[in-house]
């Protein structure tokens, strides 16, 4: 199994431009997740998936829209980017939602907004 | 304002010495998860704690979850530089996950 793999490792982007994280996981998992992650801050949720076709927005959401077409892939899409959305991207998936789930990451997407 | 506060922020100690990190919250929650991560990765599960007043022992990382179920601590005894990383406390109030804001340890060999 490759676990969750992210797509691409760094990214730089110029203010207003449009991109797609790509997220994927090979483990059948019904809860998928995208964390942004900046110094001090630690992980903060922007978008969550509880099953294909379901998604709702975490603590962060803004600029940010997410899809579920299949139970394997949920990708994040930047709409105009801003500075403000330099950051490490994480995604997540885990079996469920429950709290004693655990959470498999992938390795991140470094993304600079210039 | 952050849902889970951790403290202290950074910590930077010698190897052998022993540490404690905390995680505490005014919110009630039914577990607490610690994660570790290492520079240039995603975070990795260490332990769930689900019990008020538990503690769980990880070789040389102790864990406890408050009797109230609002605060956690991590201790670990005499530190090694492969505990050298981010520590995270995470809770799940409804269907989200929250990460506190992390503990950045250094051991200095």
């Known amino acids: 199994n490759a676990g969750v793999t992210q797509t691409p490792k760094f990214q730089v982007l110029k203010t207003g431009q449009s991109m797609t994280l790509q997220c994927a996981q090979d483990m059948n998992h019904e809860y998928m997740s995208w964390y942004r992650q900046d110094p001090g801050m630690g992980l903060r949720l922007i978008h969550y998936?509880?099953?294909?076709?379901?998604?709702d927005q975490g603590e962060v959401p803004n600029g940010y829209n997410v899809s579920r077409s299949t139970t394997e892939d949920f990708p994040l899409r930047l709409l105009s980017a801003a500075p403000s959305q330099t950051s490490v991207y994480f995604c997540?998936?885990?079996?469920?939602?429950?709290?004693?789930?655990?959470?498999?990451f992938g390795p991140g997407t470094r993304l600079t907004v210039l | 304002t952050q849902l889970l506060e951790q403290s202290p922020q950074f910590l930077s100690i010698q190897e052998g010495e022993n540490l404690t990190v905390y995680c505490n919250s005014s919110?009630?929650?039914?577990?607490l998860q610690w994660y570790r991560q290492e520079p240039g990765e995603g975070p990795v599960l260490l332990v769930t704690?689900?019990?008020?007043?538990e503690v769980k022992k990880l070789k040389r990382l102790t864990f406890q979850f408050g009797d109230a179920r609002k605060d956690s601590s991590l201790h670990i005894t005499a530190a090694q530089p492969g505990d050298t990383g981010l520590y995270l406390c995470a809770g799940v109030p409804g269907n989200q996950f929250y990460f506190g804001t992390g503990t950045s340890l250094t051991v200095i060999p």
């Open positions: 998936s509880v099953g294909a076709g379901i998604t």
């Open positions: 997540a998936s885990g079996e469920d939602s429950l709290s004693t789930d655990t959470q498999y």
């Open positions: 919110s009630v929650f039914s577990s």
């Open positions: 704690v689900v019990t008020g007043g």
